[in-house]
């Protein structure tokens, strides 16, 4: 018998792609039996959340994929039999060149989940893969309406590359602001970007916090991590509102004079149009709109500013219909109040080398840029034309206008889950001439796929390098891949030399792929495997370290200065100013639609214990938290009869969900909250798949997919809804294989 080996690796749970919390994964006679968080790693020292811990389940789920699938009746009905990965990678090989050949490569289509993680090696092979093609048809459903939208306002206002981030460790004064929910866990990181996964934000807040700074949350629901006294003060305001509740702190803010006048007057421009802006949005104004009191506005704007060490993290999802008045004001408080790339403010950090290697982009035609879904948009021009709009993909799959993508590769993705509309995502779907879908596990989306591949897990795969701030380490295979699974990456370079580009993609050498991947961090493959414990220290940049790197930092804006008031945008023919207009679905601006949608409804975008429409089928998990759940403040369901644990209808202007009751006190009463990505049924607890569509749990069936904002289409996830006792949902049979 082999005795117990431990492999140093990297967890899957928050995406199986890139740096995430370090693991020592236990093999026993060639199989995978336990994990421990790794005390080596700096991201989680040791610590696991639940997700790290049901490892070995996920691993082993029976009700994973197991072999390629071909469709073995009408899409959507998912009926499949099962077929050769030969037989699968020939067809789809063929399908690609007849596409290409026949309409052109733009007609060709990769579209990619979170799953894999962002900026990593996963999307470095695929954007090269689709530019090797001569598509800029890559795209995601996810960032484009969580992440991006909220950033390209950000970046056109006060510059970096990405998000300014908080600076938790320096700060005296931290506001946790998750528009529209958020639980805050360890799930996520709030606004992450390229250079680190923020898994261990609510450990570092709770560590700052238990060193005298002060927690400020803002959320129609009181977080986790402000629960035992930790939170100093809990803003409950009203989803689809926080527009209004910034553009009144800068009110405040100026008209008290307590802005940071030596860095507005050297770093910003615009700002005496700002002020006369918004003179008109006054707490007392906004207490109207929020429902904060207007007093509670003026102390939180006057402590934000005078606070010398504040920082502030909004949520990475904070879809609504007004965005643009909340993303352009949030940017706007940072600058005027100086908490700008200074210590313990919203700073920009960056890693001591960034990963990579080319990705072909001057394999792209003009032709094929001029024609990326959604081009056309600001949005999508302002990012240089490099990535398809999914918004734009799924209504050109309808209308056949601009043109109808003809092959789409989903790696890893769900839109069917996680999309707004999932019926006209569905209808989308069926309009697709030949899909293929590449995942762990066998999801809504995967029943309207020509082939279906099964994907190995993170513990199957080899060699997955990340990075954050120095620290570079590996993810290592644990085990070999069970059934007839298969590493993306592996597939995928697979399929290039098929194609006839084997020489643009390693020829199919996957660790000759790593190692040019590495290549930037002056670090070989073989001195990252000999560190697989404890992983690499690469020596701090001084640009790493330094802080008010305000000249090079704000060089992409327009007289190298934060723009208060926006010319670019004022160019493009959109306001300069953050202006707010609030949500189409809200009491405020539809009085008429409150007699029958008396309250509000809003989702929580992740938890923890998941990954958003992912994990459902693990019973570790699945015991945490067994059905979909909609939290409702005690007062609110005595009102309506509604006791905890009860099964009830969610019913919107759009559509009906349906959910288990949870009352919460700590939650707005005209608020209900609820989380999306339920579908999984779970064998071992004898739970059953549940309709993406109408009467299931799917919460992205309640909004209107017209509602969004005006420059980024960002879809909102807020509307008016009626709550009543109902039944569970019908069950849905599980994608049948072996027909």
């Known amino acids: 018998m082999e005795s117990e080996r431990i492999v140093p690796t990297m967890c899957h749970g928050c995406s199986y792609g890139g740096y995430n919390c370090g693991m020592l994964a236990h093999v026993k006679d060639g199989k995978f039996v336990r994990v421990e968080g790794n005390p080596h790693h700096p991201l989680n020292k040791g610590k696991l959340c639940a997700k790290g811990q049901a490892a070995v389940q996920w691993v082993y789920n029976e009700q994973r994929l197991k072999y390629p699938l071909i469709r073995a009746g009408e899409k959507g009905e998912g009926s499949f039999k099962r077929i050769s990965w030969e037989e699968a990678m020939s067809v789809i090989a063929e399908k690609i060149k007849e596409t290409k050949e026949e309409y052109g490569p733009e007609y060709i289509m990769l579209s990619k989940g979170q799953s894999s993680g962002w900026a990593g090696l996963h999307q470095f092979l695929w954007i090269r893969f689709m530019h090797a093609l001569g598509s800029t048809s890559f795209s995601n459903w996810g960032p484009s309406v969580c992440y991006a939208p909220q950033l390209m306002y950000h970046k056109q206002l006060i510059g970096g590359p990405s998000y300014a981030r908080p600076d938790y460790e320096h700060a005296d004064l931290i506001v946790e602001w998750f528009t529209g929910g958020g639980t805050g866990g360890a799930a996520r990181g709030g606004v992450e970007t390229l250079d680190t996964n923020l898994r261990s ?24 991590l402000g629960a035992n006294g930790r939170v100093s003060r809990w803003l409950p305001v009203r989803p689809g509102t926080d527009g209004a509740l910034a ?177 006209l995502v569905a209808e989308a779907f069926k309009k697709v001439d030949f899909t293929v879908v590449v995942d762990v596990s066998k999801t809504p989306t995967s029943r309207y796929a020509d082939i279906v591949l099964p994907a190995a897990t993170r513990y199957e795969c080899y060699g997955q390098p990340g990075i954050w701030e120095n620290h570079l380490t590996m993810s290592h295979k644990v085990i070999d891949p069970l059934w007839e699974a298969r590493d993306e990456l592996e597939v995928t370079l697979d399929l290039a030399s098929r194609l006839g580009m084997g020489k643009d993609f390693w020829n199919g050498d996957h660790r000759a792929m790593v190692a040019d991947f590495l290549k930037p961090a002056g670090v070989t493959l073989e001195q990252l495997e000999q560190s697989a414990l404890e992983g690499i220290y690469l020596p701090r940049t001084e640009w790493m370290d330094r802080r008010e790197r305000y000249e090079e930092l704000f060089k992409e804006l327009p007289d190298g200065k934060i723009q208060l008031y926006n010319t670019v945008l004022e160019k493009e023919g959109f306001e300069p100013l953050p202006t707010y207009v609030g949500e189409t679905e809200d009491p405020l601006s539809a009085p008429e639609l409150s007699n029958e949608y ?142």
């Open 201 to 224: 934000i609510p450990l570092k807040i709770i560590e700052r916090v238990n060193k005298g700074a002060r927690l400020i949350i803002i959320n129609p629901q009181l977080i986790a």
């Open 247 to 423: 553009l009144s702190m800068i009110h405040v803010i100026i008209r008290d004079k307590v802005y940071d006048k030596k860095f507005v007057s050297e770093w910003c421009e615009g700002f005496d149009k700002l002020s006369a802006h918004v003179k008109q949005y006054t707490p007392a104004w906004a207490e109207g709109i929020t429902g904060i009191e207007a007093r509670e506005i003026e102390e939180l704007a006057r402590d934000y500013a005078t606070t010398p060490r504040a920082c502030m993290r909004v949520s990475e999802a904070p879809q609504k219909q007004d965005l643009r008045s909340f993303a352009m004001a949030v940017p706007i408080l940072m600058a005027i109040t100086g908490h700008l790339d200074r210590p313990g403010g919203n700073a920009w950090f960056f890693p001591a080398a960034r990963l990579g290697f080319s990705t072909l982009s001057n394999r792209i035609s003009s032709k094929a840029r001029e024609r990326v879904l959604g081009g056309d948009t600001f949005y999508i021009k302002s990012s240089g034309r490099h990535s398809a709009f999914f918004r734009n993909v799924i209504e050109a799959l309808i209308s056949g206008k601009p043109y109808r993508p003809r092959t789409m590769l989903v790696f890893g993705s769900n839109p069917m889950s996680t999309a707004r509309n999932p019926a």
């Open 598 to 739: 008396p309250l509000m409804f809003t989702d929580e975008h992740s938890a923890y214990i998941n990954h958003h429409s992912w994990m459902r089928d693990i019973p570790w998990l699945r015991e945490i938290r067994k059905h979909a759940f909609v939290k409702i403040n005690p007062a609110t369901a005595k009102k309506y009869g509604i006791d905890d644990g009860d099964w009830v209808d969610i019913v919107s202007p759009h559509g009906r969900m349906k959910a288990v009751a949870i009352l919460f006190e700590a939650i707005r009463p005209d608020t209900l909250m609820s989380q999306h990505g339920w579908w999984q049924g779970c064998d071992a607890l004898d739970l059953k798949e549940t309709p993406p569509l109408q009467e299931g749990t799917n919460p992205n069936v309640l909004y209107d997919w017209d509602n969004r904002d005006l420059i980024t289409g960002d879809i909102t996830k807020n509307t008016m809804v009626r709550i009543q006792r109902g039944a569970p949902p019908e069950e849905v049979l599980p994608v049948r294989e072996g027909l």
